[in-house]
């Protein structure tokens, strides 16, 4: 377990709301891509009293709540009312991300204004299961990425690398796609998860490096995905203030992170950056 004077905050964990938890057939057959994660009953829907018993035992202070990117307006409705009613329910404890429809930007600039005004402070985790997000999708983002500029809303992105082994929820789009984006809106914030799929190693090249400003990586189910040398490679790339501490809860318990980050070789001023402090940074710009 981390120092107990360590601040703590999980910038990536999923719950749902109870009709989902208690019967999910009807939501894999009206989403595919939830489907692809989902449809096993063995894997975990959490809600938000699960999450905070995990958060109370782990000594994790605060967390992102994200629910799923949806592929029609009333589910991400849903989902969104249930992340913004549950933060009403506990304020110091949790911060949504919502989730928003980008083959529909009139719809999303709507619901982004209307979350806004309810103290959202990011998108996420957004993204694409069952097909590569192409050019055209970045495209149509554009009227809600802009909005996001504007008022620095963070995009947390779903990224994964594309060699290894297959595991639901492991998307299609190459690496330079995501590339395409962070140049197309170099001042918007954004959270690459699961370690950026590997585009942290191209920041290695300094015109990447330069591009990748605003952008920053989280650890979300990194004990599934890399070893523990992956910590001290990346900081040292990009530095440990661009790596945010991510659990994907309910996939991995907190423990398991710490465990691997306190044998990670990082000093204990670089692990505190990662598990809370880089967090409070990147909110208070």
């Given amino acids: 377990m981390p120092p107990q004077s360590t601040m703590i905050i999980d910038c990536h964990t999923h719950i749902f709301p109870d009709e989902i938890r208690k019967d999910r057939g009807p939501f894999c057959e009206r989403d595919r891509g939830f489907s692809s994660i989902y449809k096993n009953l063995e894997t975990r829907l959490a809600g938000v009293e699960d999450l905070i018993a995990s958060m109370d035992e782990s000594g994790v202070e605060r ?18 009312q249930y992340l913004l009613e549950s933060a ?11 989730s928003l429809l980008f083959p529909d930007p009139d719809w999303s600039e709507k619901e982004l204004d209307r979350c806004m005004k309810a103290g959202v402070r990011g998108v996420g985790e957004i993204a694409f299961y069952c097909h590569e997000m192409t050019s055209q999708d970045i495209e149509s983002m554009k009227p809600i990425l802009i909005q996001m500029e504007k008022h620095k809303i963070l995009l947390l992105l779903h990224t994964n690398e594309l060699v290894g082994h297959p595991y639901p929820g492991k998307g299609m789009t190459p690496l330079e796609r995501f590339y395409d984006l962070v140049l197309s809106f170099p001042r918007l914030p954004i959270l690459l998860a699961h370690w950026g799929g590997g585009l942290p190693f191209y ?19 990194s004990p599934f995905l890399y070893s523990k040398k992956i910590y001290a490679i990346v900081s040292g ?49």
């Fill in 63 to 80: 967390s992102v709540i994200c629910g799923f990117p949806w592929n029609r307006p009333d589910l991400c409705s849903l989902h969104n």
């Fill in 88 to 98: 009403s329910r506990y304020p110091n404890r949790l911060t949504v991300f919502i």
């Fill in 203 to 221: 920041e290695l090249m300094p015109e990447v490096a330069k591009a990748m400003a605003n952008v920053y990586y989280d650890t979300a189910a």
């Fill in 237 to 285: 790339i990009v530095g440990a203030r661009k790596i945010l501490f991510g659990t994907d809860f309910p996939l991995i318990p907190p423990r398991r992170y710490f465990e691997e980050l306190e044998g990670s070789g990082l000093s204990k001023e670089d692990r505190e950056k990662i598990l809370g402090l880089n967090f409070l940074r990147l909110f208070e710009r």
